[in-house]
């Protein structure tokens, strides 16, 4: 991991960011190879952030683009970012135009290309079953 790391979750269900920080300690701990240090875990933790909201609900990239801005200025620049989407990849061109809408630049070519390799990744399981189903 990055010295500086920072985690925003957005997903449909409420709950406060003390409850997010609390699930991902908690997922952390249960599902890593080896025990986490606990000063480790907690600067990883501290300031996860959580927003609330449906994937077509344009108030949910406003403030993302918000929450992702703050973190930007307290680090003093812009800090890279990565858009993990638990979603189906007909969904990836909708995502991909609210977040270059919300003004999170690379939004749209980011989201193709993850949605292509998703694609790619699932294409090539079809092939796999059905090769072994023919044999």
């Known amino acids: 991991m990055p ?4 985690l925003v979750g957005v997903a449909r269900s409420e709950q406060a960011h003390e409850d997010f920080r609390t699930a991902v ?26 927003i609330p909201g449906s ?3 344009s108030e949910v990239y406003v403030e993302l683009e918000r929450t992702l801005s703050e973190l930007d200025e307290r ?3 812009a800090l890279n970012r990565v858009f993990y989407l638990s979603t189906a990849p007909n969904f990836f061109p909708l ?8 003004g999170l630049q690379g939004g749209v070519s980011a ?12 294409m090539a399981a ?3 079953q059905a090769a ?4």
């Open 75 to 77: 680090a003093g620049h």
């Open 25 to 50: 300690r908690e997922s952390v701990e249960r599902f890593s190879r080896r025990k986490p240090d606990a000063d480790v875990l907690e600067g990883l933790t501290k300031d996860v952030r959580y």
């Open 95 to 102: 995502i991909g135009g609210k977040l270059a809408a919300a």
């Open 132 to 135: 072994g189903s023919a044999g």
């Open 55 to 57: 994937f077509d609900d």
């Open 111 to 122: 989201i193709d290309r993850a949605a292509s390799a998703k694609c790619r990744s699932a």
């Open 3 to 6: 010295e500086r790391f920072e």
């Open 126 to 128: 079809r092939s796999r």
